[in-house]
């Protein structure tokens, strides 16, 4: 069966600091994979999308980037975070399937910057 | 693209009642439908589905109806009790490489 973890669950990190979250899916090729953020008590916010090793589409500017460097490998990373940068992420992937795609969330990984 | 509108946003009910949710789609291309519960802190999960060749689906307390004339989909929660509490995210989605889209989120709160 399909498996999906990211890494840390939780961290703290200071304003300017670097950030690396990291994902992983199993039991499964060339799956479509997702990052998002939840704001406190808000909706979902896809920052990043990914079909294909090293292939990263953007849906919101900002300071933070994603990579692809392995099929089934997504990570979040930021030179320099920002306080708004703080907020519950998500990865997720989906099957490239032709009847529509069932979105499978990670645990999530929690990021206060202070 | 794909835009999707969930109601209402917080819905609070009584031990027992049932509660309803409502989404509304624009891509009449859309043919997948699902329903993710979020409890406070975790992660979404998928709670039911429907594709488009079906207008309803059940599975215990929950349902799903789907009405494509309209573009619009509704989650059912019966004899609702407190451990339904959570975020309830609807979403529309085609094949391939599309991105589904999610709603907002309606905050369900079952009073015991």
């Known amino acids: 069966s399909q498996t999906i973890h990211q890494w840390p669950a939780t961290l703290v990190q200071p304003v300017g600091s670097p950030l690396s979250l990291e994902c992983t899916v199993e039991g499964t090729s060339n799956p479509n994979l997702y990052w998002y953020r939840q704001a406190a008590g808000r909706g979902l916010q896809l920052l990043f999308y990914s079909v294909g090793i090293g292939q990263i589409s953007s849906e919101v500017p900002q300071n933070l980037s994603a990579s692809r460097p392995q099929d089934r490998q997504f990570i979040l990373s930021s030179k320099k975070l920002l306080l708004s940068d703080s907020g519950f992420y998500l990865c997720a992937w989906t099957s490239i399937g032709g009847r529509g795609n069932t979105i499978y969330f990670g645990e999530g990984s929690w990021l206060t910057v202070v | 693209g794909e835009n999707v509108e969930q109601h209402p946003s917080t819905l609070s009910v009584q031990e027992g009642d049932s509660a309803v949710i409502k989404c509304t789609y624009s891509d009449s291309a859309s043919n997948y439908f699902p329903w993710y519960k979020q409890e406070l802190g975790k992660r979404p999960q998928l709670i039911i589905d429907?594709?488009?060749?079906?207008g309803e689906k059940k599975d215990q307390r929950i349902a799903v109806t789907l009405n494509k004339t309209a573009k619009h989909f509704s989650l059912h929660i019966t004899e609702t009790q407190p451990e339904d509490s959570a975020v309830y995210f609807c979403?529309?989605?085609?094949?391939?490489?599309?991105?589904?889209?999610f709603g907002r989120g309606t905050s369900l709160i079952v009073h015991p």
């Open positions: 979403a529309a989605s085609r094949g391939g490489s599309y991105i589904p889209t």
């Open positions: 429907i594709r488009s060749n079906v």
